[in-house]
Nanobody, 115 residues
Framework: QVQLVESGGGLVQAGGSLRLSCAAS????????MGWYRQAPGNQRELVAR???????DYADSVKGRFTISRDNAKNTVYLQMDSLKPEDTAVYYC?????????WGQGTQVTVSS
């Protein structure tokens, strides 16, 4: 059974920070690449950052230098440290494997950045 449980979202002022966490079931977390995605109202879901089991990371240009993705392979957990947040970062954030298996998404965690 696939389980993805995201947490850590909230309301923060522009320039602030949040740390998101995602607990993933073994069937998902065993995949080489895990990612954080986000979906703002009216927009498609987009990949924000991804990390391999070995720790290689890759970021969307819009968050490069502000967000840091990491994973704890012993805890089946993926993290997203978000600094210098901007109002345009407002979205529901999800984690999943990359590429994501069809139909397997968690409930996400809402991040709202006020100006």
């Amino acid at each position: 059974q696939v389980q993805l449980v995201e947490s850590g979202g909230g309301l923060v002022q522009a320039g602030g920070s949040l740390r998101l966490s995602c607990a993933a079931s073994g069937s998902i977390f065993s995949r080489n690449v895990m990612g954080w995605y986000r979906q703002a109202p009216g927009n498609q879901r987009e990949l924000v950052a991804r990390v391999t089991r070995g720790g290689y990371t890759d970021y969307a240009d819009s968050v490069k230098g502000r967000f840091t993705i990491s994973r704890d392979n012993a805890k089946n957990t993926v993290y997203l440290q978000m600094d210098s947040l901007k109002p345009e970062d407002t979205a529901v954030y999800y984690c999943n494997a990359f590429p994501p298996p069809p139909g397997a998404w968690g409930q996400g965690t809402q991040v709202t950045v006020s100006s």
